[in-house]
């Protein structure tokens, strides 16, 4: 057994959901507490002085004020959009055309693939992302180029192909079969290697045909241990798109359910525009539904119903959408889901958007059991956070009579400055 290292600080982890109970029955904060890592994974939480006691040997890391809780979960984001984000001026279907497919056509080139995966990791790693799920390109060498670099950092990923057989140009199609036959190849290489998972993408009902999605639905029945990630309802002349595409199809969620691609492990980005129908549906069969705040703001996409959704019981996570979403910080789209939630007159506490980004996002992906949070038993994803990162912050959390009213201006104002460390799969990034 290694020799194990007690993190001291200040700590935050859930023992329940802030939407379902009262936020202090639920929260796990300590003002002087202690996370103690061992091979990889926590071993246990608890008041800093009773670990100290209990650890004698351990190797400690004093971050005094710092805030200790999970590394961010990002449940949807496209890394080879990461050269394109802040891309000017266009809605949903223009900015796929005008900048994403020409720079995700660039993938079919590894060396290409390799370095962009490298500056994704590093870009998020200063942002405290530990786990992220990703769509990739067509391109079989943008997965591999991904899931290399995430082994290398030893972090839990979730990723797959794209896959996309019409509406999309020359040299970013691929055909039922191939797409079928490529991501059949990358599950048996990919899924359950390490920290690895493998998620089977069909990027939206307009740019697969119905071949290609019953060939990716027949795929998610042969391998129901995999995720199968998509978009859903996020812009309404997308929408309208999909009805002249799937005129048999009663909502755009059908386009998927009548070829197997509707199912627990699913997570259907976005989902703004759904109507009772497609609500009831998701919920009976307990699918993840992906918020991605700032990209549908950015996009001029709409406001997602996250008062609604959450009161009807569904699974929500929270992701950056990257490129679309215009940020790789988690803190950044937490501000931007109280934003939107704002509008909808439904005021997020501090701890339902931490809890969002982190546990919920976990929940979403069914890995609350090994990340997202602070428990004895889970994987040593950490990040540590600096509660007075700027000026700005420092004077306003200076008041605070609670953790939450500490931790509200960084959610609201913080970018990477306030994360202090990362730590991941127990080791502590650089
Ligand atoms: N719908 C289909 N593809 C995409 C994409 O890459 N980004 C966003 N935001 N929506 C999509
Ligand atoms: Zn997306």
Request: glycine share 10%; with cysteine; charged share 20%.
């Amino acid at each position: 057994m290694s020799r194990a290292t007690l993190l001291l600080g200040r700590t935050l982890g859930f023992v329940g959901n802030p939407f379902g109970a009262p936020v202090d029955e639920v929260a796990d904060y300590r003002e002087r507490g202690g996370v103690l890592i061992r091979d990889g994974h926590i071993a246990a939480v608890d008041e800093a002085d009773a670990l100290r006691d209990a650890y004698p040997d351990a190797e400690i890391r004093d971050y005094g004020a710092g805030l200790i809780c999970a590394g961010f979960v990002d449940a949807h984001v496209h890394y080879p959009q990461t050269g394109i984000i802040a891309s000017w001026g266009k809605r949903l279907i223009d900015w796929l055309n005008s900048y994403t497919f020409p720079e995700e056509m660039r993938f079919g080139d590894p060396g290409y693939a390799a370095e962009c995966a490298r500056l994704y990791f590093d870009l998020t790693r200063s942002q405290g992302v530990t786990t992220m799920v990703s769509y990739c390109t067509i391109h079989p060498t943008s997965v591999e180029a991904f899931f290399a670099e995430a082994q290398r950092r030893g972090q839990r990923v979730v990723a797959g192909k794209t896959c996309m057989d019409r509406n999309a140009p020359e040299g970013l199609r691929d055909t039922a079969q191939s797409a079928y036959d490529d991501s059949k190849a990358l599950i048996e290489k990919w899924h359950g290697r390490g920290r690895l998972d493998y998620a089977i993408t069909p990027r939206f009902s307009p740019t697969s045909t119905p071949d290609q999605l019953a060939a990716l639905g027949a795929l998610w029945a042969e391998h129901p241990e995999c995720l199968m990630q998509t978009h859903l309802s996020e812009q309404l002349d997308e929408i309208d798109w999909v009805k002249s595409l799937f005129p048999q199809a009663r909502d755009y969620l059908e386009t998927y359910e009548a070829f197997g691609l509707l199912g627990e492990r699913g997570l259907y980005g976005h989902a703004i525009h759904l109507e009772a129908r497609e609500r009831a549906r998701l919920r009976e069969v307990g699918a993840g539904i992906i918020h991605c705040p700032t990209s549908n703001s950015f996009i001029g996409s709409g406001l997602f119903d996250m008062g609604g959704l959450i009161a009807e019981g569904q699974r929500v996570g929270l992701a950056t959408d990257t490129g679309g979403g215009s940020s790789f910080s988690m803190l950044r789209t937490m501000a931007a889901a109280y934003e939107i939630a704002q509008l909808r007159h439904n005021p997020l506490h501090p701890a339902q958007l931490l809890w969002l980004g982190t546990a919920g996002s976990a929940a979403a992906l069914h890995m609350e059991y090994r990340i997202g949070n602070l428990l004895p038993g889970h994987e040593a994803d950490i990040v540590v956070l600096d509660l007075a990162s700027t000026p700005a912050i420092a004077q306003r959390a200076a008041r605070a009579d609670d953790i939450w009213e500490a931790l509200f201006p960084t959610i609201m104002m913080g970018d990477d400055r306030a994360i202090r460390d990362v730590w991941i799969n127990g080791a502590r990034t650089a």
